[in-house]
């Protein structure tokens, strides 16, 4: 990881094609203006992170979520009510 200190106003170059501009440095925040060609992708990495515990979210099997229900059941953390036993029912669970 290379490391550089700038000021407002500031640019950074990566490559030929990306241009870093250091738009505002407040006490806790820097704001980053980036110039990139359009095809290439750019996000934070924390929304980078959401999205792929989302996926594997999304990726949990019915079995999984039973499981999970009669651990926190038999741990005495839940007790499903009548809506939620007829929701469970209807998707199957």
Known sequence: MMIM???????????????LHIVQIGRNRVRIGIEAPREMKIKAGEVQRMAELNVAAAATTPDAVRDLLGRLQAAG?????????????????
């Open 77 to 93: 953390l839940c007790e499903p009510g009548p809506e939620h036993k007829s929701t469970a029912d209807s998707l199957g669970i």
């Open 5 to 19: 200190r700038r000021r407002e106003g500031e640019k950074i170059l990566i490559g030929d094609d990306v241009v």
